[in-house]
């Protein structure tokens, strides 16, 4: 529409008072494509995603990691919003809030998981238990390597990196049922790989 011609005594509907514009008219219109729209919502929520996104996560690099990631999701999935639920903003916090809280769970799952790995000092008696985990690692990798790249990719994502099922699903855009089949099938290979009854 030609600006000239536009009422200026009629408010435009998309837009709030102040200049900003509505969030749930942008997000629809981010379901449909449109860059602009999405620079919009952008500078609108950017500083609030990453403010909560920090308060949760406390390390800068990581809470700027984060909050893409949440902005990248709000690109991705602006269909998904229903304003019947709440409001926009409340939608994009509530991404915000779940991927922050993921991440610190996986990074205490990756945490722990190293401090279990880490052996501590090293006696006589610890020494055929050290060769006998370095040569499982040798053959879980080796193992590894006989499965598909997606079997591989999926069960690294589940079982190394800490993501649940979901997450998985999420992270690569398959459907969960998929990732379930192609986790459960590059387990049983790698079972057959290693030699192991379970």
Same mark, same amino acid.
């Given at each position: 529409?030609?600006?000239?011609?536009?009422?200026?005594?009629?408010?435009?509907?998309?837009?709030?008072?102040?200049?900003?514009?509505?969030?749930?008219? /942008?997000?629809?219109?981010?379901?449909?494509?449109?860059?602009?729209?999405?620079?919009?919502?952008?500078?609108?929520?950017?500083?609030?995603?990453?403010?909560?996104?920090?308060?949760?996560?406390? *390390?800068?690099?990581?809470?700027?990691?984060?909050?893409?990631?949440?902005?990248?999701?709000?690109?991705?999935?602006?269909?998904?919003?229903?304003?019947?639920?709440?409001?926009?903003?409340?939608?994009?916090?509530?991404?915000?809030?779940?991927?922050?809280? *993921?991440?610190?769970?996986?990074?205490?799952?990756?945490?722990?998981?190293?401090?279990? /790995?880490?052996?501590?000092?090293?006696?006589? *008696?610890?020494?055929?238990?050290?060769?006998?985990?370095?040569?499982?690692?040798?053959?879980?990798?080796?193992?590894?390597?006989?499965?598909?790249?997606?079997?591989?990719?999926?069960?690294?994502?589940?079982?190394?990196?800490?993501?649940?099922?979901?997450?998985?699903?999420? /992270?690569?855009?398959?459907?969960?049922?998929?990732?379930?089949?192609?986790?459960?099938?590059?387990?049983?290979? /790698?079972? *057959?790989?290693?030699?192991?009854?379970?």
């Amino acid at each position: 529409m030609n600006r000239s011609t536009t009422n200026p005594e009629q408010p435009d509907p998309g837009r709030l008072e102040g200049g900003g514009q509505d969030p749930a008219s /942008l997000l629809a219109r981010v379901a449909r494509g449109d860059h602009a729209a999405f620079e919009a919502v952008y500078d609108q929520l950017a500083g609030p995603v990453y403010g909560l996104v920090r308060k949760i996560l406390r *390390d800068p690099a990581q809470s700027e990691e984060v909050a893409q990631e949440v902005l990248l999701e709000v690109w991705r999935a602006a269909s998904r919003f229903d304003p019947a639920r709440g409001s926009a903003t409340a939608w994009v916090m509530t991404i915000a809030h779940r991927r922050a809280v *993921d991440r610190v769970r996986s990074e205490s799952a990756a945490t722990t998981r190293e401090q279990k /790995l880490t052996p501590g000092p090293v006696t006589g *008696d610890d020494v055929s238990e050290l060769v006998e985990t370095a040569l499982d690692r040798q053959r879980v990798r080796r193992c590894l390597s006989v499965l598909t790249p997606l079997q591989a990719e999926s069960v690294k994502l589940a079982y190394y990196a800490g993501h649940t099922y979901p997450q998985v699903a999420e /992270l690569l855009g398959v459907p969960l049922g998929t990732i379930k089949t192609r986790i459960r099938d590059g387990l049983i290979r /790698l079972r *057959d790989c290693m030699e192991v009854t379970w």
